[in-house]
């Protein structure tokens, strides 16, 4: 949209040097806007990936629902188009479709807001404004046809207007009563525009030269400034040249996303926000694991219990047999493999055979000796 008194001094700013517009990134999500410098012919395009140069200098910009801009161009390589002004397609590459001449474009050759609308009857509009009046353009199905005009409410200049998707509502920022304030019309295609509803925003600078208006995905308003020292300002001529800015709106908030170069007009639009692409599913690979080596698990005893070995104990030493005593002979007394029994047990049996064999065995052998004496005795008596 063209700045404050921009128009009478469009023919002159083509002969200073051209300022390039400064580039923005990131910009807020499905954000789209054309902006032209002083000196610069055509338009440049600001996306997601970067400012793209056009050969057409466009305004009244909105964006469908396929993401395709439509806008109208007055000029291609700096020259006026014939019958001006064109209907043009553009994408977010920057590829331009030349329409023709717009439709009822008398009416249309001062346009300079625009915003897209669905009707109920499901056709796709273009809601141009042009001064006091609202003019929508059909744009599907069928070819492009102009529709009933509206008239606006008494309002200062307003260089762009967007359509809140939530409400309906047209939105603009225009300077009212000292102060940038966001107007909401109520808008429907049978009855006109209704009431006016206004909230003023501080921190925006007072001044109706806001040439592009988007409404973001969640709900904030994109506000491009337009501010431009016009001819002759520059190095050595004493007047800096002024930038305009680039604003987002929350409530009565503002806050500065970026400084712009000088601009003469400028434009905003919102696309839908593409979704990213699904991400394969992930699928988990199988590590191999090597189990930990087996443990003997080991028993906790019981309080107070006593803890008793169960390691067989060892072998005693085996005697060799020699040969047989003589009938008069005491012969020792013959040892048995003893039964296993608990460590603590056998330690016990084997203490108590000692004790026994110690006291015992010498009175055994004296009975033995008198025993095998007698027998002697009873052998000679019978001879």
Same mark, same amino acid.
């Given at each position: 949209?063209?700045?404050?008194?921009?128009?009478?001094?469009?023919?002159?700013?083509?002969?200073?040097?051209?300022?390039?517009?400064?580039?923005?990134?990131?910009?807020?999500?499905?954000?789209?806007?054309?902006?032209?410098?002083?000196?610069?012919?055509?338009?440049?395009?600001?996306?997601?990936?970067?400012?793209?140069?056009?050969?057409?200098?466009?305004?009244?910009?909105?964006?469908?629902?396929?993401?395709?801009?439509?806008?109208?161009?007055?000029?291609?390589?700096?020259?006026?188009?014939?019958?001006?002004?064109?209907?043009?397609?553009?994408?977010?590459?920057?590829?331009?479709?030349?329409?023709?001449?717009?439709?009822?474009?008398?009416?249309?050759?001062?346009?300079?807001?625009?915003?897209?609308?669905?009707?109920?009857?499901?056709?796709?509009?273009?809601?141009?404004?042009?001064?006091?009046?609202?003019?929508?353009?059909?744009?599907?199905?069928?070819?492009?046809?102009?529709?009933?005009?509206?008239?606006?409410?008494?309002?200062?200049?307003?260089?762009?207007?967007?359509?809140?998707?939530?409400?309906?509502?047209?939105?603009?920022?225009?300077?009212?009563?000292?102060?940038?304030?966001?107007?909401?019309?109520?808008?429907?295609? #049978?009855? !006109?525009?209704? &009431? /006016?509803? =206004? %909230? $003023?925003?501080?921190?925006? *600078?007072?001044? @109706?030269?806001?040439?592009?208006?988007?409404?973001?995905?969640?709900?904030?308003?994109?506000?491009?400034?337009?501010?431009?020292?016009?001819?002759?300002?520059?190095?050595?001529?004493?007047?800096?040249?002024?930038?305009?800015?680039?604003?987002?709106?929350?409530?009565?908030?503002?806050?500065?996303?970026?400084?712009?170069?000088?601009?003469?007009?400028?434009?905003?639009?919102?696309?839908?926000?593409?979704?990213?692409?699904?991400?394969?599913?992930?699928?988990?690979?199988?590590?191999?694991?090597?189990?930990?080596?087996?443990?003997?698990?080991?028993?906790?005893? #019981?309080? !107070?219990?006593? &803890? /008793?070995? =169960? %390691? $067989?104990?060892?072998?005693? *030493?085996?005697? @060799?047999?020699?040969?047989?005593?003589?009938?008069?002979?005491?012969?020792?007394?013959?040892?048995?493999?003893?039964?296993?029994?608990?460590?603590?047990?056998?330690?016990?049996?084997?203490?108590?055979?000692?004790?026994?064999?110690?006291?015992?065995?010498?009175?055994?052998?004296?009975?033995?000796?008198?025993?095998?004496?007698?027998?002697?005795?009873?052998?000679?008596?019978?001879?």
């Amino acid at each position: 949209m063209p700045g404050v008194q921009l128009r009478r001094l469009a023919v002159t700013a083509l002969a200073v040097t051209p300022t390039p517009l400064v580039p923005i990134a990131p910009l807020p999500p499905g954000l789209v806007w054309v902006g032209q410098a002083p000196g610069v012919t055509g338009s440049t395009l600001h996306t997601a990936t970067g400012p793209i140069r056009l050969r057409y200098s466009l305004n009244a910009m909105a964006c469908g629902r396929d993401g395709l801009l439509t806008a109208l161009a007055t000029e291609l390589d700096g020259r006026r188009l014939p019958d001006a002004p064109h209907l043009v397609r553009v994408t977010t590459a920057g590829a331009v479709t030349d329409l023709g001449p717009a439709p009822g474009r008398r009416d249309l050759a001062t346009g300079y807001g625009a915003a897209m609308a669905t009707a109920a009857d499901g056709s796709t509009e273009l809601l141009v404004t042009t001064g006091d009046r609202l003019r929508p353009l059909r744009l599907s199905p069928g070819p492009p046809a102009p529709l009933a005009s509206h008239a606006l409410p008494d309002l200062p200049y307003a260089g762009d207007w967007a359509i809140d998707p939530r409400t309906g509502e047209l939105v603009t920022v225009v300077s009212m009563a000292g102060a940038a304030r966001v107007v909401r019309l109520r808008w429907d295609a #049978a009855t !006109g525009v209704g &009431a /006016v509803d =206004t %909230t $003023p925003v501080p921190a925006l *600078p007072p001044s @109706s030269a806001y040439g592009g208006v988007a409404v973001l995905a969640d709900g904030s308003i994109a506000a491009v400034f337009n501010r431009n020292a016009g001819p002759g300002a520059g190095a050595g001529t004493g007047r800096a040249p002024m930038g305009g800015a680039l604003y987002r709106i929350t409530g009565t908030r503002a806050s500065k996303l970026a400084d712009l170069g000088p601009l003469t007009s400028s434009d905003a639009a919102t696309c839908p926000v593409p979704s990213p692409p699904p991400q394969p599913p992930v699928v988990a690979r199988a590590v191999p694991t090597t189990p930990p080596p087996a443990t003997a698990a080991v028993a906790t005893p #019981a309080p !107070g219990a006593v &803890a /008793v070995r =169960t %390691t $067989p104990p060892a072998k005693p *030493p085996v005697r @060799s047999r020699g040969p047989s005593p003589s009938p008069g002979a005491p012969g020792p007394t013959p040892s048995k493999q003893p039964a296993f029994v608990p460590t603590t047990v056998a330690l016990a049996a084997s203490e108590a055979r000692h004790r026994i064999g110690s006291r015992y065995i010498p009175v055994v052998g004296a009975l033995m000796v008198a025993a095998v004496a007698v027998a002697r005795l009873v052998r000679r008596s019978r001879r």
